[in-house]
């Protein structure tokens, strides 16, 4: 992890020039657990007015009056080591100039260490470059910021979640560098604009006390740049490490997710758009972390509660009978051909080629009854669908409750790769289109 030495960065801006001044030192290892530090959290501007690692570590070559110093990049490290110097921090991380992002390794590593190095820091500074009031906003501009849901941009931003999440010590800064919250203090109007919990914003962050369906649901009206980056983004919440494939789109949300369930026995990672009235879909993973939109107030039930509730279902002789039901209610195994998973499950309908099934998940809305979430499953040839809302005219509403082992696909679309074919392949014939591109969506250049 490479800091900025404030005071270093503060002489070379005063004119201070030394030969030997470094103003960017690498730390690892204990070194690192025992340097306080200050990091930064805020909205990249246009590339060129940011200030990049190769600029900064020549910082005492160059002339810093010169034409860097006229970049709104180099104003925020700036303002942030003077902010670190009042504060007695020596050291500062900025991500525009700590990590070489020419390196696609010490990228990869970096982005699966951010929220262990923001959780880490002693203060972070979040920069809303977009307010100019000397208080956070209590209700929304959809005029000023319609682009961003009402509110300052850096509340829209992938990447920021983690950086209101991770630290223990959050100030925010308005665009004349004046502080004007504080994430402790402020933590009620925070959880209006975020729609994370007042206790996860007071008291910090839990994994085992937040479901999973609700850390997504935090994301679920963020953006960034890179479409890779919304699953990426969320890596440290999770506490899950995987390789950055920049190209994979949004293949990389369902990686995520599968690492998630390798990690995590949490069955709120199906219950997306568990408010849904209507439609379907041929995968059971979300394919986009707005799906989860709905999942703020989903909780989850460890195996303990779950097999009390079902027993308000299934008889306790029939639940004695599943001796391993427990056990089995603790894990679900990712195979090459699905989700393979044990649901209590109930036939609700048959209609022609059709069946269908209400599910319980072992997770609940903290907003009604203790009672588990259901979605509904529609099996056609042995291949089961999520389907949105109950199926109408259903037949028996006496058909006892099973508890069953199931496999439920989860790749939906995502094979399906969108081309630009050349020009030669748009003129083959539909036969020639078919042999030589099966799975493949061609589209006109």
Same mark, same amino acid.
């Given at each position: 992890?490479?800091?900025?030495?404030?005071?270093?960065?503060?002489?070379?801006?005063?004119?201070?020039?030394?030969?030997?001044?470094?103003?960017?030192?690498?730390?690892?290892?204990?070194?690192?657990?025992?340097?306080?530090?200050?990091?930064?959290?805020?909205?990249? #501007?246009?590339?060129?007015?940011?200030?990049?690692?190769?600029?900064?570590?020549?910082?005492?070559?160059?002339?810093?009056?010169?034409?860097?110093?006229?970049?709104?990049?180099?104003?925020?490290?700036?303002?942030?080591?003077?902010?670190?110097?009042?504060?007695?921090?020596?050291?500062?991380?900025?991500?525009?100039?700590?990590?070489?992002?020419?390196?696609?390794?010490?990228?990869? +590593?970096?982005?699966?260490?951010?929220?262990?190095?923001?959780?880490?820091?002693?203060?972070?500074?979040?920069?809303?470059?977009?307010?100019?009031?000397?208080?956070?906003? /209590?209700?929304?501009?959809?005029?000023?910021?319609?682009?961003?849901?009402?509110?300052?941009?850096?509340?829209?931003?992938?990447?920021?979640?983690?950086?209101?999440?991770?630290?223990?010590?959050?100030?925010?800064?308005?665009?004349?560098?004046?502080?004007?919250?504080?994430?402790?203090?402020?933590?009620?109007?925070?959880?209006?604009?975020?729609?994370?919990?007042?206790?996860?914003?007071?008291?910090?962050?839990?994994?085992?006390?937040?479901?999973?369906?609700?850390?997504?649901?935090?994301? /679920?009206?963020?953006?960034?740049?890179?479409? +890779?980056?919304?699953?990426?983004?969320?890596? =440290?919440?999770?506490?899950?490490?995987?390789?950055?494939?920049?190209?994979?789109?949004?293949?990389?949300?369902?990686?995520?997710?599968?690492?998630?369930?390798?990690?995590?026995?949490?069955?709120?990672?199906?219950?997306?758009?568990?408010?849904?009235?209507? !439609?379907?879909?041929?995968?059971?993973?979300?394919?986009?972390?707005?799906?989860?939109?709905?999942?703020?107030?989903?909780?989850?039930?460890?195996?303990?509660?779950?097999?009390?509730?079902?027993?308000?279902?299934?008889?306790?002789?029939?639940?004695?009978?599943?001796?391993?039901?427990?056990?089995?209610?603790?894990?679900?195994?990712?195979?090459?051909?699905?989700?393979?998973?044990?649901?209590?499950?109930?036939?609700?309908?048959?209609?022609?080629?059709?069946?269908?099934?209400? /599910?319980?998940?072992?997770?609940?809305?903290?907003? #009604?009854?203790?009672?588990?979430?259901?979605?509904?499953?529609?099996?056609?040839? =042995?291949?089961?669908?999520?389907?949105?809302?109950?199926?109408?005219?259903?037949?028996?509403?006496?058909?006892?409750?099973?508890?069953?082992?199931?496999?439920?696909?989860?790749?939906?679309?995502?094979?399906?790769?969108?081309?630009?074919?050349?020009?030669?392949?748009? /003129?083959?014939?539909?036969?020639? !289109?078919?042999?030589?591109?099966?799975?493949?969506?061609?589209?006109?250049?």
């Amino acid at each position: 992890m490479r800091l900025i030495n404030v005071k270093v960065f503060l002489d070379l801006d005063a004119g201070k020039t030394r030969p030997d001044a470094k103003p960017l030192v690498e730390f690892n290892g204990l070194e690192l657990t025992n340097t306080a530090y200050a990091i930064l959290s805020h909205c990249w #501007g246009d590339p060129k007015d940011e200030v990049q690692y190769t600029e900064i570590d020549s910082l005492a070559k160059i002339d810093v009056a010169g034409e860097m110093r006229k970049r709104s990049g180099y104003h925020k490290i700036r303002e942030s080591c003077l902010q670190a110097f009042h504060d007695h921090l020596s050291w500062l991380w900025v991500d525009t100039c700590c990590i070489d992002k020419r390196s696609s390794a010490e990228l990869s +590593e970096a982005i699966n260490s951010m929220y262990v190095w923001y959780a880490n820091s002693d203060r972070c500074y979040a920069f809303l470059h977009d307010v100019t009031t000397n208080t956070l906003p /209590a209700e929304r501009d959809s005029i000023e910021l319609n682009k961003f849901n009402g509110w300052p941009k850096w509340f829209s931003r992938g990447w920021t979640l983690q950086e209101l999440i991770a630290p223990q010590d959050v100030h925010f800064f308005n665009r004349n560098w004046k502080c004007i919250a504080s994430k402790r203090d402020s933590a009620r109007a925070l959880s209006v604009i975020t729609r994370i919990s007042v206790d996860v914003l007071e008291k910090g962050f839990s994994r085992s006390s937040t479901s999973v369906a609700q850390i997504l649901s935090w994301a /679920a009206d963020r953006t960034t740049t890179r479409e +890779e980056d919304r699953a990426y983004s969320l890596l =440290g919440l999770f506490g899950v490490h995987m390789p950055m494939l920049y190209g994979e789109g949004k293949n990389a949300f369902l990686r995520l997710q599968l690492e998630v369930i390798r990690m995590i026995n949490d069955q709120s990672i199906f219950a997306w758009r568990w408010t849904t009235p209507i !439609g379907s879909a041929s995968g059971f993973l979300a394919t986009d972390p707005s799906h989860f939109r709905d999942c703020s107030s989903v909780v989850r039930m460890d195996p303990t509660d779950m097999l009390h509730t079902l027993e308000g279902y299934i008889s306790k002789r029939r639940l004695r009978r599943l001796a391993s039901a427990k056990e089995r209610l603790q894990t679900f195994a990712v195979t090459n051909d699905g989700i393979l998973i044990w649901l209590p499950l109930k036939r609700e309908r048959r209609s022609n080629h059709s069946k269908f099934f209400s /599910a319980m998940l072992a997770c609940y809305n903290s907003g #009604g009854k203790r009672k588990p979430i259901t979605i509904t499953i529609r099996e056609v040839g =042995g291949i089961h669908f999520r389907h949105f809302g109950w199926p109408p005219e259903v037949e028996d509403r006496t058909t006892s409750i099973e508890f069953k082992s199931i496999l439920l696909p989860y790749r939906d679309n995502i094979d399906q790769v969108n081309i630009r074919g050349p020009s030669w392949m748009q /003129a083959c014939s539909g036969f020639l !289109g078919h042999a030589l591109c099966t799975n493949v969506v061609l589209e006109p250049p």
